[in-house]
């Protein structure tokens, strides 16, 4: 090992020395930037108080999938109220009329309640002077088995076609 000059250890020395304190402002300067950043972090104000962009942010990833958790279940309760609501008798339409030419005040009425399949019931009820009568048919897909007064026919086409709670009067 070759011996070194003293004057170039003691450059050595000084350069290690400036190195150091290189280092070292650098050191005390990151950490007063990560101070910085740890105190910015905490200034978010949650829900329980101050908290960290960290905690925040796991608290909004719980929140949404629990949202997305609750989503699934309305889409799914959704889903069974149509089919729920399919089977209502939501489509209704009445015809009035005079069954008799005799009679006055379009007392006679037929009326059509049917699902959105077009299942469901037509009510006749017929008034005469002595006595009133009530047939109650049953109807599939819109038709009945049993045959049809023009009046039921009229009754079911209007529920079928038209908005709810139609009326009609035939003269």
């Known amino acids: 090992m070759?011996?070194?000059?003293?004057h170039t250890l003691d450059l050595l020395a000084l350069g290690?020395?400036?190195?150091?304190?290189?280092?070292?402002?650098?050191?005390?300067?990151?950490?007063?930037r990560v101070g910085r950043l740890r105190r910015?972090?905490?200034v978010l104000e949650g829900a329980d108080?101050?908290?960290?962009?960290?905690?925040a942010i796991g608290d909004t990833r719980r929140e949404t999938a629990q949202l997305r958790r609750?989503?699934?279940?309305?889409?799914?309760e959704l889903g069974r109220a149509r089919e729920d609501l399919s089977d209502a008798l939501r489509h209704v339409a009445v015809v009035r009329y005079d069954a008799f030419g005799d009679m006055g005040g379009r007392l006679s009425f037929t009326a059509a309640l049917l699902d959105d399949a077009g299942d469901g019931i037509v009510l006749t009820s017929i008034h005469g002077r002595s006595e009133?009568?009530?047939y109650a048919k049953g109807v599939?897909?819109?038709k009945s088995e049993q045959s049809l007064s023009p009046e039921e026919e009229q009754s079911i086409e209007l529920a079928m076609r038209g908005p709810t709670g139609q009326e009609a009067e035939r003269r």
Do not use: W
Not at 2 to 6: D, Q, R, V
Not at 16 to 32: E, M
């Open 49 to 55: 108080g101050p908290q960290s962009v960290l905690e």
């Open 40 to 42: 910015g972090m905490r």
């Open 16 to 32: 290690a020395a400036a190195g150091a304190a290189v280092a070292l402002v650098l050191a005390v300067a990151a950490h007063v």
């Open 140 to 142: 599939k897909a819109g």
């Open 132 to 134: 009133a009568r009530t």
């Open 70 to 76: 609750d989503l699934t279940t309305a889409r799914v």
């Open 2 to 6: 070759l011996p070194l000059a003293k």
